[in-house]
Every structure is written in structure tokens, then in C-alpha cells.
T-cell receptor
Framework: AQKITQTQPGMFVQEKEAVTLDCTYDTSDQSYGLFWYKQPSSGEMIFLIYQGSYDEQNATEGRYSLNFQKARKSANLVISASQLGDSAMYFCAMREPQSNFNKFYFGSGTKLNVKP | GAGVSQSPSNKVTEKGKDVELRCDPISGHTALYWYRQRLGQGLEFLIYFQGNSAPDKSGLPSDRFSAERTGESVSTLTIQRTQQEDSAVYLC??????????????FGPGTRLTVT
């Protein structure tokens, strides 16, 4: 089974509107971390936001927030007030500790296009 | 401080030749990851190092791929007898498990490998 599933290969959003990028995950661990990364066309991977499995409140970082629904195993990224510079690939990832080791799993990504 | 660096940034090689890709992680980061990203695709996990040992080599596509890490620092990914399907961007990331589960991966700029 896929550990991280991103079902939206591509999304369009109008500038200044909000957009939600979907992510579901699969784990039997109680302790895990969820991450979102942005990859612009330049190719660099930029860390955006983190949510811990025990965090009771949704994480927020500026215009980014993570809609964490633990029972549904979903960790959707919400970008408010979209900007043209938000056009990029977005990857959801999960960190799953395995004894003393830490493995990351990445989804297949969502390509976001912000229209002027 | 310095981030993750990778060299070369671009490599063009002929089919059948061997190539070595280098990654210098952030100083003090004990965990190091290699990923492959084909054009327009997501991240494909290759191998993970904890210190100098590789507890997870499950992602290496074939026995033509190998990796090593020395001094809990530099890592080299070697591809022998390159094939055209090896053409991709190879990304390296480092992380510090000591920072707890919320410690994200820091990515290098990648090496773009083109096999002709």
C-alpha cells in the first residue's frame, strides 16, 4: 500500500484565492510526522510546514496551514491568498520512526498553477 | 551555515560509463538520504544512511547502483554501466534525528544526470 497518496496531479487556482492540496497517509505507528515541501521549477525542495501526530492544533506557517484529520489520516495543505510565486510542485511526506532510524515517504506530488 | 551541497550540478555521460555523484550534508546531520526524480515525477527513495551504515537500501533499482558514506559526512552514489533510463535528477537530503520527529530533511540542489 502507498504510504502517502496525493490524488491531485494538477490544480489551478485564481490569484488571491485559497487552495487545498490533498494528502492521505497510511501508518500503524502512533508517533509520526507529516511534512509539506514545495518544489518550484528551479528544482530546489523547500520545506513549508510540519505537523506531529500528537499535535492537537493544526500547524500554521504564514499563508500555509495544515488541515490535520487524524482519524481520516489526512493532512491537507491549505494555501491562503495564493500568489503567482506559489506555482510549483507540492509534495506531502511522512516521517515514520523505525526503532532508532527515521524514514521519509513522499507522495507523487501536486502541480499547482496560480492564474493571474 | 552551509546547506547540503551536491556535485556535479550537471553530468552528461555516455551509455555504459560509470558515474559518481557526491553529497555533502549539513555538518552534524547523521541521517542522509538519496532520492531520484525523473522529469515531472515525484521523489523515488534510493537509500538511507544513519551514520556510515545503510539500514535501508531497499530503493536501489539494481545492482548497478551503490552508495557509501564515510566519516558520517560525505556520501557518494555510484551508478555503473549507466543506461538511458538512469537519466534523472538525483537529490540528496540530510536530517538530524536528534532533533526529534519534527526535524525536517534539508535538500541539496540535486545533480542532473543525462545519459546519452
Amino acid at each position: 500500500a502507498q504510504k502517502i497518496t496525493q490524488t491531485q496531479p494538477g490544480m489551478f487556482v485564481q490569484e488571491k484565492e485559497a487552495v487545498t492540496l490533498d494528502c492521505t497517509y497510511d501508518t500503524s505507528d502512533q508517533s509520526y510526522g507529516l511534512f509539506w515541501y514545495k518544489q518550484p521549477s528551479s528544482g530546489e525542495m523547500i520545506f513549508l510546514i510540519y505537523q506531529g501526530s500528537y499535535d492537537e492544533q493544526n500547524a500554521t506557517e504564514g499563508r500555509y496551514s495544515l488541515n490535520f484529520q487524524k482519524a481520516r489520516k489526512s493532512a491537507n495543505l491549505v494555501i491562503s491568498a495564493s500568489q503567482l510565486g506559489d506555482s510549483a510542485m507540492y509534495f506531502c511526506a511522512m516521517r515514520e520512526p523505525q526503532s532508532n532510524f527515521n524514514k521519509f515517504y513522499f507522495g507523487s506530488g501536486t502541480k499547482l498553477n496560480v492564474k493571474p | 551555515g552551509a546547506g547540503v551541497s551536491q556535485s556535479p550540478s550537471n553530468k552528461v555521460t555516455e551509455k555504459g560509463k560509470d558515474v559518481e555523484l557526491r553529497c555533502d550534508p549539513i555538518s552534524g546531520h547523521t541521517a542522509l538520504y538519496w532520492y531520484r526524480q525523473r522529469l515531472g515525477q515525484g521523489l523515488e527513495f534510493l537509500i538511507y544512511f544513519q551514520g556510515n551504515s545503510a539500514p535501508d537500501k531497499s530503493g536501489l533499482p539494481s545492482d548497478r547502483f551503490s552508495a557509501e558514506r564515510t566519516g558520517e559526512s560525505v556520501s557518494t552514489l555510484t551508478i555503473q554501466r549507466t543506461q538511458q533510463e538512469d537519466s534523472a535528477v538525483y537529490l540528496c537530503a540530510s536530517s538530524s534525528p536528534l532533533g526529534g520527529i519534527g526535524y525536517e530533511q534539508y535538500f541539496g540542489p540535486g545533480t542532473r544526470l543525462t545519459v546519452t
